[in-house]
C-alpha cells in the first residue's frame, strides 16, 4: 500500500517530534504493509514551510530508511493568500516529488466557496487537486455540495482511512461511509503523526474497503490512485460518482442520510440532522 499523507519528517510541523519517533512511525508502517510513503509536512500559518530543512531532514530519513520503506516528499499546503501565490508563483513545488499532485487543506473560519478562483489558479498553475480529509470540515458537513463542486471543477478525494471505522467520531464515521458507498473517495490515507495520535495504519482501512466495497475498490483506494500521485501519472479510469452531477438528487441523498442517521424513537436531532441545513 502507498500512503501519500503522512508526517513523517520530525521537528517541522505537529506530526513526529524526533528521529525515533519518525522511525518508529516508519516501522510501524511498514509491518502494517506499507511500502510507499509520501512524507506531507504542513505549510500552514502556524508551521511554515521551510524548504532547506525539510529537504535536509527528508535526505536523513531516506538514508535511514533505506530497505524499510520507500519515502517521497510532498506537502500538506494550507489554503491561505501567501501559499497559493507562491505555489502558483513557483509550479508543482509543494507537489508530491514535483510531479503536479498536490494535497490541500482548506481552513475552517473562512467560507469555503470563496476559494473558487484560488483552484482555478492553481489548476491552471499545472496541479491535479487532492482534497484532504473533507470528512473533517464542518462547513462541508453542513453542506456536502461544497464537495460536489470541486469534484466537478476536478479535484480529487483524500479521506482519512481510520475515519471509516469511528476514530474521527461518528459524524466523520458516517459522512466518510456515505462517500465511500457513492464512490466520492479517490484515495485513503493515514495523515499519520504519530504512533499513537493518527497512527500510521492503513491495512485496517484496506480490508474495511474490500469487505464492504470489494477487493479491486480497496486496490484502487491504497494502491492504483496513490501510485498515479506518486508517479506524476495520468489519471486511472474511474467508477462515476454516484450523482454528482446532480444536485437535486444529491440533496434528496443527503436529507435521507441525515434521517437515517436519527436516532429510532427519540424526538432530539440526529447528529448529522443538526449539521445539515435541511
Not at 511500502?35 to 524548504?51: L, Q, W
Not at 473560519?109 to 489558479?121: T, V
Amino acid at each position: 500500500m502507498i500512503d501519500i499523507h503522512h508526517h513523517l519528517i520530525y521537528g517541522v510541523d505537529d506530526g513526529a517530534p524526533d528521529v525515533p519517533t519518525s522511525l518508529a512511525m516508519a516501522q510501524e508502517a511498514a509491518e502494517d504493509g506499507i511500502t510507499h510513503i509520501v512524507c506531507t509536512p504542513h505549510a500552514s500559518d502556524n508551521f511554515p514551510y521551510k524548504a532547506e530543512v525539510i529537504e535536509e531532514r527528508y535526505a536523513q530519513l531516506r538514508r535511514m530508511l533505506d530497505g524499510v520503506v520507500e519515502l517521497s516528499l510532498g506537502c500538506d499546503l494550507h489554503m491561505n493568500t501567501e501559499n497559493i501565490e507562491d505555489a502558483v508563483k513557483h509550479p508543482l513545488r509543494y507537489s508530491i516529488d514535483g510531479k503536479g499532485y498536490l494535497l490541500i487543506e482548506f481552513p475552517t473560519h473562512i467560507p469555503l466557496h470563496l476559494f473558487d478562483d484560488a483552484l482555478f489558479r492553481l489548476q491552471s498553475s499545472g496541479y491535479t487537486l487532492i482534497v484532504t480529509h473533507p470528512e473533517r470540515y464542518p462547513q462541508v458537513l453542513r453542506n456536502p455540495l461544497l464537495l460536489a463542486e470541486w469534484m466537478r471543477r476536478g479535484c480529487l478525494v483524500q479521506v482519512t482511512a481510520s475515519a471509516l471505522y469511528g476514530r474521527s467520531g461518528r459524524t466523520a464515521e458516517a459522512f466518510s461511509n456515505y462517500l465511500l458507498e457513492n464512490e466520492w473517495i479517490h484515495i485513503l490515507a493515514t495523515d499519520a503523526h504519530h504512533t499513537t495520535w493518527r497512527p500510521p495504519h492503513l491495512k485496517k482501512a484496506y480490508n474495511y474497503v474490500a469487505q464492504r466495497r470489494g477487493e479491486e475498490t480497496a486496490q484502487r483506494l491504497c494502491l492504483t490512485n496513490p501510485l498515479a500521485a506518486v508517479q506524476g501519472a495520468p489519471w486511472p479510469n474511474q467508477p462515476d460518482p454516484m450523482g454528482l452531477w446532480d444536485t437535486n438528487l444529491l440533496e434528496a441523498e443527503f436529507r435521507k442520510l441525515s434521517h437515517k442517521l436519527k436516532p429510532s424513537g427519540s424526538k432530539e436531532k440526529g447528529f448529522w440532522s443538526r449539521l445539515l441545513p435541511w
